[in-house]
């Protein structure tokens, strides 16, 4: 492997026990670096009846690893001046420690620990489980949380992934004990499966032998693999949930979508960035929240993973307004799969977009995210560097054709909550 310096290129090579390692050079004259150990560890693979174990799991390798209980490990990044932070979802948990480029050997150690060896003390699951319980209450009771929760459940059937928010219920949670999560770690937190993505100004060389190095532990098999239900069509719904006493309806217009290994993905990513993923100069925003002065937010989301997907157009009204935005999300939904964008429109939607990459460049965490978008989706080395072309080579109608099929309003569910009988 070549010691690289384009952060937009990345590099493959064979780490432990089948684990795949990933360097992207850091952005030019960057102090810090950044490491993430990509599990497959997410909620999916919850065991049947114990929904939040994988969320659980994950928060708690924060929490004491190694010889260094809570308190230790805190103290201890502190004086390296790092950060150690989990985040899981449906198909993966990820564990990351960023810091000075100077403390990576001491820093890399720390995510080893967290990855290898959790404490799992039952003190720290107690704080846990309460916090996630509290989750579980907002998630009920705040309108946004709950519109997203009803649009899952809506969109996606029992036992699929993206189903549920992966926090369990009262009783799940409440029935988890360590021996639980010490077992889902041992099971999912593998070599076979697993990715280490590090953003750092280690040669390729030296970063291969300090990962075998420091994950000669990690377990040398592959996870359980998860069952995923097929999400087809369903007939279009409307839900509604009043929930008195809120100040704002939240609203959710959306359905199941293609997978980030579509053939179709960047056209339909250009469509969502027209219709609401660039949000100063998207329509919904432009519509509803800008020239309409109807909602408090407006925008949309194309979440293509590798079990599937989802789209979503959404807003956040007024209790007296949000009879008036409801159709309009619709109608600018329609109005992409439909009618060719205006190649002005596209242009200028486009350019900004590319524009982001480079933003992206201008800091070590933000650069890292590229990285571990290229390597969770196993993309080529040079995937930022022709991502441009790709985007350009685009022509309203192939964009149009794509967000007909990415956004299929004929079987959407439209989710409304918040205090309706203000309306």
Known sequence: MSNRTDPLRVEYAEGPAGMRIVRQPPPPSAATFSATYVGPAGWAYDPAGAGGTARLTGQLLTSGAGRRNRIELARYLDRAGGTLSTQCDPESTDVTVWGPADQTERLLGVLADAVLRPRFEVADLDRVRRQLIERQLRELAQPGARADRELFRSIFPAGHPYHTTGGGDRRSVTRLRRGDLVRFHARHFVGDGGLFVATTPMSSRSLVAAVHRMFADLPDRRAPSVAVPSASPSTKREVSLDLPGRTQVEVRFGGASIPRADPGYAASYLA???????????????????????????????????????????????????????????????????????????????????????????????????????????????????????????????????AERAFDVRHATTVVVGPLGRG
């Not at 307004?321 to 596209?346: A, D, F």
């Not at 650069?367 to 985007?391: C, F, I, K, R």
């Open 272 to 402: 969502n960035e027209v219709l609401g993923g660039a949000t100063l100069l998207s329509r919904l925003f432009t519509r509803v929240r800008s020239k309409g002065g109807l909602a408090y937010h407006a925008s949309s989301h194309l979440e293509a993973m590798r079990f599937g997907g989802y789209w979503v157009a959404q807003a956040g009204a007024g209790a007296d307004r949000w009879k008036k935005v409801v159709p309009m999300l619709r109608q600018e939904v329609r109005r992409i799969s439909e009618s060719p964008i205006p190649s002005t429109e596209l242009d200028l939607i486009r350019e900004s977009r590319i524009g982001e990459i480079a933003l992206a460049l201008e800091s070590t965490s933000d650069a890292h995210e590229l990285a571990l978008d290229v390597a969770y989706h196993g993309l080529p080395e040079d995937h930022w560097v022709t991502w441009p072309a790709s985007l350009r080579s685009l022509s309203p109608t192939e964009v149009r054709r794509a």
